[in-house]
């Protein structure tokens, strides 16, 4: 009876090691399988597309809410009823989980109505060639508005964004430039918001161009010369007023006499536009030399001249 129990404990002990055993083989080939599996869905996940220009800024959704507060609450109170959480849902719904080489004009639709506001007569002023010129002066005369000056402009002014069909759906390393493809995100929202802001525009407009350029200060392949002009309304634009500064210490490669002014005269003209432009506007060119007072060419602001 004895050597029974004892042969009976022995296989019951048996049985128990075994199952333990088969538990243990259970329990490392459920990890191992698991590590294959996220392993493998690791290595089959598609790459975020990879682009020439630099990807979308950090943080883009904190820079464009304080942006657009600070525009709305700060600077102008008057449009205090905007939306800014919207604005920045049709932003990002325009472009996230997008490949950033098919994006239309529709898809940023929604977010031109949401953030259009009306533009005071006879303070529109367009530029091409002059950034930083143009911007120094629209802030200290708050009589003049460029695009970047408006809500939409303000808010998107210097910063980058892009989708990706991969998860997360937005690539923060790298954006399309506008020669791997034309209908990138930067390229359709700048396009529809000047078109926006040039038919918006009414009484007489400004434009600032660079005379220092070789290739001529109009080029027809610039925004300006390719949509803000031709979407300028001669019902409601009395005048356009051109400004051709040349860089201090120049060089002066084109004059309101220069051939790609005459050009571009001739396009307004033909739309029924007054013109009058003027070669070194002179409070322009005022400013250039507060930031440069030394300069030779600020000892004696020459003349401006006006051509009609």
Known sequence: MPLQQGSARMRQRTV??????????ALVLAVVLASLLTHGRHE??????????????????EVVLGRCYSYITAQHPELGDKDCLKIWESLKDAFIYKNPCNITPEDYQPLMEL???????????????????????????????????????????????CGDPSAPGINYESCPKRNECENNPSSVFWKMASKMFAEAACGVV???????????AFRSSSIFGSIEIFNLDPDKVSEVHIWLMQNLGGPQSESCSGQSIQRLISILEERNFKIICEDNYRPVQLLQCVHNPDHRDCRLCTNSTAIS
Not at 17 to 25: F, M
Not at 44 to 61: C, E, Y
Not at 126 to 155: A, I, P
Not at 206 to 216: H, I, R, T, Y
């Open 16 to 25: 128990l090691l075994v199952g333990i055993a088969v538990l243990l083989a």
């Open 206 to 216: 400004q434009v600032m161009l660079n005379g220092s350029v070789e290739a001529g």
């Open 115 to 161: 953030a259009s506001h009306p533009i005071p007569c006879n303070k529109s002023l367009f530029w091409s060639k002059t950034g930083d010129l143009v911007h120094r002066y629209t802030k200290s005369n708050q009589n003049f508005l460029t695009l970047e000056d408006t809500l939409l402009g303000y808010m998107a002014d210097r910063v980058s964004w």
């Open 44 to 61: 089959v996940r598609p790459k975020m597309l990879q682009w020439k220009d630099r990807g979308t800024t950090k943080n883009l959704q």
